[in-house]
């Protein structure tokens, strides 16, 4: 009798309320939402790898249930396992696509527990990345009313593409698509080049996000290590650059030639002068710093499970809040400086309507990205009738938050004695290192990279490996090779290309082809095309949409 009350499942490290990497909380509707119930060893992440995870009796039942399911096809439910051979609701364990695994706790209606405020800020929280330290300096590339109607329209586009994503499933008929996410309905409609293009725009979607950071990290540690080296041997240090005087100094970095800002400084107090040279060497932006953090996350890389670090995940929150108040704070003392000229410049403004403006457009559509994982976002909303609701809620934040950002950055940007087009593609470069809410916010988003890094670097892994070689750890030489790869990539761009402006431009428009604007536009345009009811507006209409998507991806070749 012992053995008939034993639990198929036995735990997977921590406690019940460690919920996975992304904090979602999963409460399956019904029975069909447990099938399969058994995950593989190999694919549960845990802390003790000793620790037994599967029974010998799951195992078992798991293959039983597996071998008769395939006897049939999916539409076919007359083999499909019944309830009674499954566990108990308290012994249910279901498998997180990001590689943890977690108990069940009840089987209440609705998807999961989260509700509609949870499932609109996890949204954000997703969204909210580093693209917004780029959107003043792209509201100045097209201009600032262009900017801000740009904002508004990409943000109105990639929702009605997402909502498009978020409805795809519903539209494949006589299949369960409930577990399926939109790889899954690319590689419905288009078969093995569908599941490998979306594999690949995932990879560059990725590997560009983890190029961004690294050229962020190196900046930010180099702005922090000189703001503590300096502090500590009491130098005051002088940055060689345009700026403006005062207690809230503002400076232009960039050089006419367009080069990013660099690291040259004077010292004007007396001390050990050639210590202060010794250091500039060696802690030096784009020469030195970048190849320092190689020694800290190459190993966070290697680690088979990043689970620890998504504990920090709350500071991407604090980072942006913190962004909100010190952009409000620095408003409040520069004061507002606008001069509105719609297609003529001079010294200090620009005016607002420029040709450049497909840079901001394809930073607007990474910055608005988040299709390749809303489903799985939305399926633990515990009122499912209100997913689109609560994804436009989620919309209209970040485009609110994009918006009083980049306004504000560019409006009170201090133009003269400065000109606008000294707007830094990462707007902190424009307040010096000894600045100490800067500081603050350098240290705030550098801890915050640093665990998010590993996490990014695992789901390439996952996505990459797992498809190859069909498992995401297949030895350590080859996540090393695949880690080194990435991590050249991150030290390339840092040493020889640290702008973080076009690497999100690019990456963005060239992900956001297939994610955003071809694939959603495409199944739907099928789907209505087998149903019988596809009309002339909506062929132009989608087509149109492609269009722009494609249009996008060039001028950024151009500009």
Not at 44 to 71: C, F, G, P
Not at 358 to 369: E, I, K, N, S, Y
Request: glycine share 6%.
């Amino acid at each position: 009798m012992e053995e008939d009350t034993k639990p198929l499942l036995v735990p997977v490290g921590g406690d019940e309320s460690n919920y996975g990497i992304m904090n979602i909380q999963f409460n399956p509707e019904d029975f069909k939402c447990k099938r399969p119930f058994h995950v593989e060893p190999t694919n549960i992440v845990s802390v003790n790898d000793d620790m037994q995870r599967v029974t010998d009796e799951a195992s078992a039942m798991n293959k039983r249930i597996h071998y008769y399911s395939r006897l049939t096809s999916p539409a076919d439910r007359a083999l499909i396992a019944p309830d009674h051979v499954l566990p108990a609701p308290d012994e249910i364990y279901v498998y997180s696509p990001l590689g943890t695994a977690f108990k069940v706790d009840s089987c209440a209606d609705g998807y999961g527990k989260n509700s509609s405020i949870v499932t609109i800020f996890m949204i954000w929280n997703t969204m909210m990345g580093t693209s917004i330290l780029s959107i003043p300096w792209g509201i100045k590339q097209a201009g600032f009313t262009s900017g801000i109607v740009l904002i508004l329209l990409m943000g109105i586009l990639t929702l009605y593409c997402c909502y498009r994503v978020v409805k795809s499933r519903k539209m494949i008929p006589l299949i369960d698509t409930s577990n399926w996410e939109f790889p899954d309905v690319c590689k419905y409609y288009f078969g093995s080049f569908g599941q490998w293009s979306s594999l690949l725009f995932s990879m560059v979607s990725l590997v560009g996000a983890m190029v961004v950071y690294w050229v962020l990290m190196s900046n930010f540690l180099f702005n922090t290590g000189k703001f503590i080296y300096n502090f500590v041997h009491d130098i005051n240090v002088t940055d060689i650059v345009p700026g403006t005087n005062g207690s809230n100094k503002v400076i232009c970095p960039s050089t006419a030639n367009g080069h990013p800002p660099q690291n040259r400084s004077m010292m004007f107090s007396s001390g050990n002068s050639t210590g202060f040279e010794l250091f500039e060497e060696w802690w030096n932006k784009s020469q030195t710093v970048p190849f320092y953090l190689v020694a800290v996350l190459l190993p966070l890389l290697n680690l088979k499970s990043p689970s620890f670090f998504a504990k920090f995940n709350v500071l991407g929150t604090v980072s942006v809040v913190y962004l909100v108040f010190l952009v409000t704070v620095k408003a409040a003392h520069l004061g507002i400086h606008l001069e509105y000229t719609w297609f003529t410049e001079n010294d200090f403004f620009v005016p607002e309507f420029r040709i450049l403006f497909p840079q901001l457009t394809g930073v607007l559509t990474l910055a608005f990205f988040i299709h390749n994982c809303v489903i799985t976002l939305l399926q633990n909303n515990r009122n499912q009738e209100n997913n689109v609701r609560d994804l436009s809620v989620a919309y209209f934040l970040v485009g609110l938050t994009y918006l009083y950002v980049g306004v504000i950055i560019f409006a009170s940007f201090p133009s003269p004695p400065l000109s606008k087009e000294c707007i830094e593609q990462n707007f902190l470069d424009n307040f010096p290192s000894d600045d100490i809410m800067s500081f603050v916010a350098r240290i705030f988003l550098l801890f915050q990279m640093m665990t998010v890094y590993p996490l990014l670097g695992y789901l390439a892994r996952v996505q990459l490996l797992r498809q190859f070689f069909g498992n995401a750890y297949p030895s350590i030489f080859h996540v090393l090779v695949l880690n080194v790869a990435i991590v050249g990539a991150g030290v390339a761009m840092a040493r020889f290309y640290p702008n973080i402006g076009g690497i999100i431009r690019y990456s963005g428009a060239t992900c956001g082809l297939a994610f955003v604007f071809v694939y959603p536009s495409l199944i739907y345009m099928i789907s209505l095309r087998r149903a019988g009811q596809l009309t002339w507006p909506a062929l132009i209409i989608h087509i149109f949409i492609i269009l722009l998507g494609l249009a996008n991806l060039i001028a950024q070749f151009l500009l």
